[in-house]
């Protein structure tokens, strides 16, 4: 341990408490990382901002609010007894269980003690003579770490839109990404949902069915596949359970989304029109995201694309009795699966029910909130509650809000003006002993989150301990890597429909926000042969400096 002792969160040489990582973040990504950092004997601090553990879980807490990945998937596989143990209920857990999962895991690796709950990171600047970080959080304190990883989430970065008169109104409004601790009630009430995106799709047929009368206002529609969720019988865990070890491999390995799945082995065309059809009607049953996985070329070629497209276009149709409104709900403006694709309980048929209406907002917008209404272009609309399921500043929104400063003084803000830069998504130049858990430029959010969050929260332990074994204080990407790997994200996303949408993948829900497809979609088994490959070679692309190296440096 001699060029990273063990600061044991003693004072340093400042009065400052040191650390030798501070982790943003206790969703699942940091709470992984504070438990392999403490098999490493690496003294961590963990903040998060909210009340308590599972990040996006603990604050998505709207009706209906589900995972759109099963969970005997969407779940750690670090520890096989966890895995076996833990009883998941459904095929797509609710998101209670899913927080109480990421409660059991603080609890059953004891991570509590080192995570401080209600404290967000405000600001961290790296101090070039020390190579450490100062990091200051909302409760007035300021510590030192040598390194800093921002477990900060995707989709942490609630989005309220800027409609003119929001504050007026008179009722509650709720946005989905931050959603009340206590139960809310809509018995009786006229509600309005505004947005059509997963949370409004997995919220909407919950809210029918308490709301004297719902009103969803669309912007935009998107293509949704049905869960056919259940509670999951004994054998099927079972089942899971005893395949574990090549499901997970299989997840890390092949599949490009983390999913294990059945792989198409055809493109689209290659089917006649009733093969192909069978083909969708298969998927559909089994339902889910892996709808995508029918053929191998979807969102590769626009007329393959079209064909899954019409395909749940139809099916839109069969559902929807009045034709008006199917139509209304039928997405024509982007290609299926270029939106992240949702995952849905009843929710084209929530709008054969009668207390349900949806407004079509394409052309006019949404021109004011009154204090008992919506008014769009043509007609106010009475309401009693408001739901924002309006989204998040995904992937960069979290971590632009926090002040973070590197070489120079510059901050990663500036730097990413024009769009995130990262190397592997890993690190960015300019911003040493500085990690992001599945930043831009990684899989992600294209990917089963939690496979993508095992990859790289191991790497960098494994990194760690690399850096450490060589007597190596500081690891900085390369500017020259750096540019290869966003050029080489971007090339690849190119090579797919992705970019024809105006998705929060490519930041087009927030207006000014650059647009670059940020997650990279190469695939996960792809990106990790990547990772692995740079670590083999030395860390490829990374400067490292020993530690004796930089304060001599600073001595002189
Ligand atoms: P999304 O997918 O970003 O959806 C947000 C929705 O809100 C979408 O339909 C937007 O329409 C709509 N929206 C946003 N601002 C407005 C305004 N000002 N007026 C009208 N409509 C608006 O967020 P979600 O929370 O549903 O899902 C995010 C991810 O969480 C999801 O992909 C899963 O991975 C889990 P637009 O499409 O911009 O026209």
Redesign the pocket.
Known sequence: MSALPSMSGKDDATGLKAYDVVVVGAGFAGMYMLHRLRGQGLKARVYEQGGDVGGTWYWNRYPGARC?VESMQYSYSFSDELQQEWNWSERYAPQPEILKYANHVADRFNLRGDIQLNTRVDRAVFDEDTNTWAVATSDGKTVTAKFVVLATGC?SNARV?D?RGLKDFRGEVYH??HWPHESVDFTGLRVGV???????IQSVPVIAQQARHLTV?Q??P?FSIPAWNAELTAEEREAFRKNYPEIRRFAREEARNGIYAELPDRGALDDGDNARRAKYEQRWEKGGLTFMLAYNNLILDKAANDTAADFVRDKIAEIVKDPETAKLLQPDNHPIGSK?ICVDTEYYATFNRPNVTLVD?RAS??EAILPNAVRTGAKDYEIDALVL????DAMTGSVARIDIRGRGEKTLNQKWAEGPKTYLGLMSEGFPNLFIVTGPGSPS?LSNMIVSIEQHVDWITDCLSWMRGRGFGTMEASKEAEDKWVAHVNEVAQLTLYPQA?S?YMGA?IPGKPRIFMPYIGGVGVYRRICDDVAAKGYEGFAMTAKERAQAAVAS
């Open positions: 759109d989709l839109p409609i989905t990404g505004i947005g059509t995106g997963s949370s409004a206002f912007r935009t998107n992240r907002i917008g949404i399921a309006t989204g998040f959010v105006n929060w829900n």
